[in-house]
C-alpha cells in the first residue's frame, strides 16, 4: 500500500480537463465538485472493470484538486491487484494512485512498476529487468487488457514488472 506517481498527460482520456474539479475555478459558474469528483471516479472505475479487472468491494474515489484516484476494496491476487492500480494510473488526469487495495493472496516478491520513457519498448525493457529481451511477453501479459498490441506503447505509461518466474 502506499502512494503511486504517474505522468497526469499521460493516458486514457476517461474525461476531459474542462470537466475536471481542478479546472472547474476558471469557469464562471461554481459547480459541484464533489459531484465532478464522483463522477470522475466512477469513470475510472467503469474503465477498471471494462479491462476484466475487478475487486471485492472495489472503491474507487477522485479528488480533482490533487488529481489522486484512490483505490480500495480486496483484489484476488497480487497481479490482479497491479492491474487495478495501473489501470486507475494510466488515466490522463490522474498524478497519483493512493493504493488502499488489499490482496486475498499476496505474493511472495514485491512487484516492480516502469515508467515508459522515449525510446522504450517492451524488448529494451525485458532486458533491463530480466537480462534477456526475450521475457517481452511477459511484460506484455502482466498489462493486458491495458496493452492492446506490444508495440504500443507510450511515453509516461507505467507497466507492471512482475518477478521473474
Excluded: C
Aim: aromatic share 6%.
Amino acid at each position: 500500500m502506499g502512494i503511486l506517481s504517474f505522468i497526469k498527460e499521460a493516458g486514457e482520456k476517461l474525461f476531459s480537463a474542462a470537466s475536471t474539479p481542478a479546472n472547474a475555478e476558471a469557469a464562471p459558474a461554481a459547480p459541484d465538485l464533489a459531484a465532478l469528483n464522483k463522477t470522475a471516479g466512477d469513470a475510472i472505475a467503469t474503465y477498471i472493470r471494462s479491462q476484466g479487472l475487478d475487486a471485492t468491494n472495489l472503491q474507487v474515489t477522485y479528488d480533482g484538486a490533487s488529481h489522486t484516484v484512490t483505490v480500495s476494496g480486496e483484489a484476488a491476487d497480487q497481479p490482479t491487484k497491479d492491474r487495478i492500480l495501473v489501470a486507475a494510473g494510466n488515466v490522463q488526469n490522474v498524478d497519483k494512485v493512493d493504493d488502499q487495495l488489499g490482496v486475498t493472496a499476496p505474493a511472495a516478491a514485491p512487484t516492480q512498476f516502469h515508467t515508459v520513457v522515449a525510446g522504450d519498448n517492451l524488448w529494451k525493457i525485458a532486458e533491463k529487468y530480466y537480462g534477456s529481451g526475450a521475457k517481452n511477453g511477459v511484460i506484455f501479459e502482466a498489462n493486458t487488457p491495458m496493452l492492446k498490441s506490444p508495440d504500443k506503447i507510450y511515453p509516461g505509461q507505467v507497466l507492471v514488472i512482475p518477478p521473474v518466474q
